[in-house]
């Protein structure tokens, strides 16, 4: 998610460049509105950014503001009109909605709003702002009177024609910064890393429970929610967030090292070579080689044309994934003991297939370390695991999960061992998919599909 105000550019092209950065979070559409003043236009469509737009499609996206979308969805299916940014024509009062995260109250909303419909959760949050205008209110004021509605895990970027506003949830499942373009412009983004992609400093990041007001009076900071503790999804620093960004006020590529660093120390074994699952399993392994003495080695070669399995809308598609996107080199991995590294395992059948292509290549032993605890309990806030039966761990002993992987061994860093390793002074973090325990009150069922079956 991006959003820029900079008076005297291409905003369309900044949010462009700024949606390549974050294409890792999500790979099933992209879209962009932009606003000249007179009117917000917007274009979006299935696919990653760069399949989206081209140089015609962002020359007819005129502004000097605009917001952009990448999606992973979590409610609704991944087609054209769950796409965002979504949108809502009020005349001159008309917004664009951009939305990171997963309410967990989506059911409830949808009974409110009654004939007014809507597929997915970003659209009820759009409707309920759009309602708000609708009654008088200008674009902060409606979007201060709606959200205290919304429940669960929402990071925004919204806009009318003349205003660019950036919130984040009271407990900030999703992270949000803000950067300054040039001398009067500025940068709203999920990442840091999407602003040093357009020349843009990195001010701050915009805190759990803020709104961020920017107009052509500058930046001005809203708290329309109660004060709640903190509760940033961990995966952020173990998987989703990119290395070379900032999370907490910590690069996220030095945590992951660290985290290597203590699963060495955990659960050290007699090996040959430390590989890691790239990308985000790198710096781990980096980290357990340097404490283990174990030499590392790329044993493993990415198509980086490639998008993230994990992220694919379905399994058929994740499986398919790994064979496209990593291949084994029998030349390095070929009568070796093997400590192999991965961020985590989820579903597990991406990591049984990577451990057969590992085995295949003539590697003697396997034995897999994983820079996060089990995945035994869903998300409700933004990771598509909402069915626990998917998930490989749940239920079932470490012992068990290794039989099935057909690994020599396996252990995971213990949640102590993760949350030391973010470096981050707090317990300002939510871990429900690897401890169950939940910050919110969660829905009793996880249908992503609940708002198009009713």
């Not at 974050?22 to 007179?38: C, F, K, M, P, Y």
């Not at 005349?91 to 059911?107: E, F, V, W, Y």
């Not at 357009?198 to 805190?207: D, L």
């Not at 790239?278 to 080689?289: F, V």
Request: glycine share 10%; with cysteine.
């Amino acid at each position: 998610m991006f959003g820029v105000y900079a008076p005297g550019e291409e905003a369309a092209r900044l949010t462009y460049f700024g949606l390549f950065a974050l294409q890792h979070r999500g790979q099933e559409s992209a879209g962009i509105a932009t606003s000249d003043a007179n009117a917000i236009t917007v274009y979006k469509d299935l696919g990653l950014v760069a399949q989206v737009f081209d140089e015609g499609k962002l020359a007819s996206l005129t502004g000097d503001m605009a917001i952009g979308h990448t999606r992973y969805s979590t409610t609704g299916s991944s087609n054209w009109a769950n796409s965002q940014p979504t949108y809502r024509d009020l005349g001159d009062a008309s917004i664009a909605l951009s939305h990171n995260g997963n309410l967990t109250n989506t059911a409830d909303l949808a009974a409110r709003l009654e004939a007014q419909s809507a597929s997915s959760d970003s659209e009820l949050m759009t409707q309920l702002i759009a309602n708000e205008i609708a009654a008088g209110a200008d674009l902060p004021k409606a979007i201060a009177t709606a959200a205290p509605e919304f429940e669960g895990a929402f990071t925004l970027a919204i806009m009318d024609r003349n205003t660019l506003v950036g919130l984040r949830d009271p407990r900030g499942f999703r992270p949000l910064c803000l950067g300054r373009f040039n001398d009067d412009g500025w940068v709203i983004a999920s990442e840091s890393a999407a602003l040093d992609i357009i020349g843009a400093h990195f001010v701050r990041e915009v805190a759990p429970g803020e709104m961020v007001v920017i107009d052509d009076n500058g930046v001005r900071s809203h708290f329309p929610f109660p004060a709640v503790a903190p509760r940033m999804c961990v995966f952020e620093f173990v998987y989703f967030a990119r290395p070379d960004s900032t999370l907490y006020g910590e690069e996220v590529h030095s945590a992951r090292q660290r985290m290597g660093v203590s699963l060495a120390d955990q659960a050290h074994v007699e090996a040959d070579i430390v590989v890691p699952v790239p990308e985000s399993g790198i710096p781990g392994a980096q980290g357990y080689a340097a404490r283990s003495g174990v030499p590392y080695v790329d044993g493993l070669v990415k198509n980086r044309y490639v998008g993230r399995t994990f992220i694919h809308p379905s399994q058929s598609m994740r499986d398919l994934g790994v064979r496209m996107k990593l291949n084994a080199m029998r030349g390095v991995l070929g009568g070796k003991r093997v400590v192999l590294v991965d961020d985590s395992i989820v579903r597990g059948s991406t990591t049984k297939q990577l451990v057969q292509m590992v085995r295949e290549a003539g590697a003697t032993e396997i034995h897999l370390r994983v820079l996060s605890p089990p995945y035994r309990w869903p998300c409700f806030y933004g990771m598509d695991t909402g069915d626990r039966s998917t998930l490989l761990a749940a239920g079932k002993e470490v012992a068990e999960v290794a039989e099935y992987l057909a690994v020599d061994s396996l252990a995971y860093l213990e949640l102590d061992g993760l949350l030391a390793a973010t470096g981050v002074r707090t317990d300002g973090f939510c871990t429900a998919c690897l401890s169950g325990r939940y910050p919110t009150d969660i829905p009793t069922t996880g249908d992503k599909f609940l708002l198009e079956r009713s």
